[in-house]
């Protein structure tokens, strides 16, 4: 996500780091380096103008005291960085809900925008919070859009409340209301409406869309756009905002290539938040928007706040506390507990996505991208072979065991060999960690990849065990110190 705009940052940073002392051309040089990156990131002129405007002038009034201080070069950082978070729309903002339930969410935008997509996000997002979501197909439009919402309702068993066939038959507002009546009657508690769009800005659409607005009186319409059309985008939201006025921007594709332009340009021109962001087209590629989180990503500092979100959905809390426990109490970790761990790391979604949340993880680009995440499915799959007791007690596992396993998963035995040598080197290493303390369980790593943050709650430390002294007086000693 906004790899370029984002080396540009660093290296103007960098760049500044290696001075000693900050002079005012300084901050000229960095703050033209930054002006040039957003713009080649396709963000609006009038955006670019007054960001680089008021990181100037903070900064260059901050620089007498700055001058005194021991990290020059932090101090900018953290001006640029508060100012990004500005631009992007300050704090997060969550989806307001009715007073009187239910909760209407009326999606717009064009087609192709990723609304349809969304709706299945959405819904599953308030789904799992614990709210009873209801899906209504009014876009009747786009060939196809209905039986698309029905599948995604299906897959994540939410209802979908589609009397119409859709292909350009049936009434969109119509639809909308007795979507509306429907939720009422079968105490749905949040309403999601998708509606339908057109390639391009159009009247027709607009009165559409202004119609559905005016009969269910949405308490939230959030206008969807695709991120990778850039400075584009915020043309389309401000057509969209005259013609039929949205709370809110939901960021679609950011996922692609998308160079920042959109998002970093859309909450200042429209002067409204975005509030969901859509990283893939998988139902749990998305996530409120946090401002700070995307500063940071851009500044390069990863986002290891939502990577730990992530990982704590995806490891619940009884599996992270037995680990723990087993790890303080000294017990193996065994082949089960790293199948249990693998399982979970293929919840949390791509490996390539989570390690680019990882602070730095710009440089590492390339082997993000060349990361094969089939080698989880592998790994998974040798485990998967065995039986429950070789995976409690890998000693077991004698030729025969392990040339049955290789057939069994469909790898070679020499792959199985080399699972089983890392994870013995692996469990040697726990052991050590434990006896000298330091590193938590987390997660068990597969073969090659980098450390993962801590998981779960419960002391970072096990305790660490002391040599108690066979002499009385050596032990006093030991014990007071
Ligand atoms: P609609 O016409 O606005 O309803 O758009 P759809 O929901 O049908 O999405 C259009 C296409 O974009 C589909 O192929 C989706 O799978 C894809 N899509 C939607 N959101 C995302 C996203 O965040 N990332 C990626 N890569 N594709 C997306």
Known sequence: MFESLSSKFSSAFSSLRSRGKITASDIDQVCNEIYQGLLEADVALGVVESFIEKVKSKSLSALPTLQSGSNQAQAIFDIVNAELIAILGGEARRVRLAKNPPTVIMLAGLQGAGKTTLAGKLAKYFKDLGDTPLLVASDLQRPNAVNQLQIVGESISVPVFAPEPGNGVGNPVEVAKGGLAFAR?????????????????????????????????????????????????????????????????????????????????????????????????????????????????????????????????????????????????GEDFTLEDFLEQLEAMSKMGSMGKLLSMLPGSGAMKKQIDNFDESEIVRTKAIVQSMTPQERIEPKILNGSRRARIAAGSGRKVQEVNALVDKFSAAQKMMKQMRNGGGMPPGMALPPGMPAAPRMGKGPSTPPKKKSRSGNPAKRAVEENS
Not at 227 to 256: E, H
Not at 257 to 281: C, N, Q
């Open 185 to 329: 009657s079968k105490l749905h508690n949040i309403v999601i409406v998708d509606t339908a769009g057109r390639l391009g800005v159009d009247d027709e659409m607009m009165k559409q869309a202004s119609d559905i607005r005016d009969a269910i009186n949405p308490d939230e319409i959030l206008f969807v756009v695709d991120a990778m059309i850039g400075q584009d985008a915020v043309k389309t939201a401000q057509a969209f905002k005259v013609g039929v006025g949205f709370d809110g921007v939901v960021l679609t594709k950011l996922d692609g290539d998308a160079r920042g332009g959109a998002a970093l340009s859309i909450a200042v021109l429209t002067g409204k938040p975005i509030m969901f962001a859509s990283t893939g087209e998988k139902l749990g590629d998305f996530d409120l928007f946090h401002p700070d989180r995307m500063a940071s990503r851009i500044l390069g500092m990863g986002d290891v706040a939502t990577l730990a979100e992530q990982a704590k959905k995806a490891l619940d809390g009884e599996s992270s506390a037995r680990l723990e426990e087993k790890f303080v109490k």
